[in-house]
């Protein structure tokens, strides 16, 4: 099983298509991704939630989404990541990680608002790097909002909170990033299925 996960890996961190990069942004290197109540029709598991890579400076919207959780980052570099969060929240059980840890500044910004943390029950997902301590909880769309995102790729104008941070990346290395927001509805306590498969709510980070 072991070596049957590690062929995995491996096979999945080289294959080339399967990985998203940083574009460059007026603040240099720029991550850009998005969290969805459900991915699309053609995905093998389409009613998960799940994280997405994008491009927001694609004309065409809909043809900058791609399911991808590996990212490939620049190594000791400034790094931001811009993330369209698109889902409801779920509610984080454990207050610590609505926190933001390790990131510039102590700070992340919601809808372009510098924040600390949220309300724990507001919490749709987080993104975490657990190796380098870094958290950053992502504010659910209230169940109230007009016009939501039903799945992947949603467009801007459906509703949704704009979360922003900046970290400094480390030495060249693999490393695991993954939610830890209990976002996985149906499934026991909210932790199996997308949260426990890589290419939804967890990935990897390839510093070269
Ligand atoms: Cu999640």
Redesign the pocket.
Known sequence: MLAAIAVYIILFLTSAPGAASARPSSVGPNLYLA?VPAAKGNDPHPLW?S?YAVNPGNANWRTGWRHDTTYVLPAHTLVHVTIYEY?GD?GSRNPFISQAQGVVGGTFELNGKPTRAINPKSA???FAIPQLGLNVP?EGVVGTAKNQCANAPCSPSNAHNTITFAFRTPGKGIYRW???????AGYIFGFGG??QTVG??DGFIKFV
Request: aromatic share 16%.
């Open positions: 969290t939630v994280y889902d779920s749709s997902h987080v992502l993954q939610c830890f927001v209990p976002c996985a997308p949260m939804y709510m």
